[in-house]
């Protein structure tokens, strides 16, 4: 199984300050089968990007992602208000998915 | 508009069954994999399980292994999860997630439900 590892556990910011998120694997992620999410109080997840880097339908182009291997990174280049909230990084290159344990990015 | 709506959960004693049900619309069920993926109440997400879009392919996480069964009825637009042996770890959020494939592994999930809270205690 492969474990997500994600960093900080939070990250406390202003809106308009750029947020760098981290998510590191314990094992190669193939092919770079590594999706972002993002969940808001008393809401389901949202797809933001998948395949490490390509975003989803209707997310807006602050929203970037990078990385291969085992380092992959959420970069949110300025913060909007709606933006603070819970961000999962998901593995889906074995047979076993595996999200990260979250990083809450919160109004400083 | 394309919908999961989730049903089924509720308080169930340990080592007793429950079954959920996820209705899918606004899109052709079987044209894609489906997942349920869970969350403890103020944990994060876990992954439980997958279908293909034929149920030829079906992975489970360690932890329900043996326990539960996931299953789809195409002519339904319906995800199924069978949940036997329960046990207090498995009380959480359940959500119903559609793959952006048909098959469960090698693609994020773009669609998910509300999810159904399902509690083992005594």
């Known amino acids: 199984e492969i474990v997500l590892t994600q960093s900080p556990g939070t990250l406390s910011l202003s809106p308009g300050e750029r947020a760098t998120l981290s998510c590191r694997a314990s094992?190669?992620?193939?092919?770079?089968?590594l999706a972002w999410y993002q969940q808001k109080p008393g809401q389901a997840p949202r797809l933001l990007i998948y395949a490490a880097s390509i975003r989803a339908t209707g997310i807006p182009d602050r929203f970037s992602g990078s990385g291969s291997g085992t380092d992959f990174t959420l970069t949110i280049s300025r913060l909007e208000p709606e933006d603070f909230a819970v961000y999962y990084c998901?593995?889906?290159?074995?047979?076993?998915?595996?999200f990260g344990g979250g990083t809450k990015v919160e109004i400083k | 508009e394309v919908q999961l709506v989730e049903s089924g959960g509720g308080l169930v004693q340990p080592g007793r069954s429950l079954r959920l049900s996820c209705a899918a619309s606004g899109f052709t069920f079987d044209d894609y994999a489906m997942h349920w993926v869970r969350q403890a109440p103020g944990k994060g997400l876990e992954w439980v399980s997958g279908?293909?879009?034929?149920?030829?392919?079906?992975g489970y996480a360690d932890s329900v292994k043996g326990r539960f069964t996931i299953s789809r009825d195409n002519a339904k637009n319906s995800l199924y999860l069978q949940m036997n042996s329960l046990r207090p770890e498995d009380t959480a959020l359940y959500y119903c997630?559609?793959?952006?494939?048909?098959?469960?592994?090698?693609?994020?999930?773009?669609?998910w439900g509300q999810g159904t809270m399902v509690t083992v205690s005594s």
């Open positions: 094992q190669s992620v193939s092919s770079n089968y």
């Open positions: 279908i293909s879009w034929n149920s030829g392919t079906i």
């Open positions: 997630a559609r793959d952006m494939g048909s098959s469960p592994t090698h693609d994020a999930f773009d669609i």
């Open positions: 998901q593995q889906y290159g074995s047979s076993l998915h595996t």
